[in-house]
Nanobody, 129 residues
């Protein structure tokens, strides 16, 4: 059973930055395509960004394009979500999820739990002055 763990959330002022991290335990993160999702209070969960297992394919939601960047450091066994120019509308719980089976050459921003089989517990991001 894979364990997916997010970290790096917190409270930040508008215009600030945060970097979220996602680690997949019991395996190496380089095997898995990873997606970042978020859920704000009273709203549905939505896709933010994703990256294939090789890193050659990425996708970013229109709402965060130009502000958020996804990357992976296989040596550190971690996928990152760099979030810049944060806005109050970015306030949400951010989740990391791994696609099954391993070595997916693409990913999706759809909340497809048939593909994203392993989810973390989430990390809270609050953007407020």
């Amino acid at each position: 059973q894979l364990q997916v763990v997010e970290s790096g959330g917190g409270l930040v002022q508008p215009g600030g930055s945060l970097r979220l991290s996602c680690v997949v335990s019991e395996s190496t993160v380089e095997s898995y395509a990873i997606g970042w999702f978020r859920q704000a209070p009273g709203k549905d969960r939505e896709g933010v960004s994703c990256i294939s297992s090789s890193g050659s394919f990425t996708s970013v939601a229109t709402s965060v394009k130009g502000r958020f960047t996804i990357s992976r450091d296989n040596a550190e066994n971690t996928v990152y979500l760099q979030m810049n120019s944060l806005e109050p509308e970015d306030t949400a719980i951010y989740y990391c999820a791994a696609i099954w089976p391993p070595y997916a050459s693409s990913c999706t921003l759809r909340v497809d739990e048939r593909r994203y089989k392993y989810w973390g517990q989430g990390t809270q991001v609050t953007v407020s002055s």
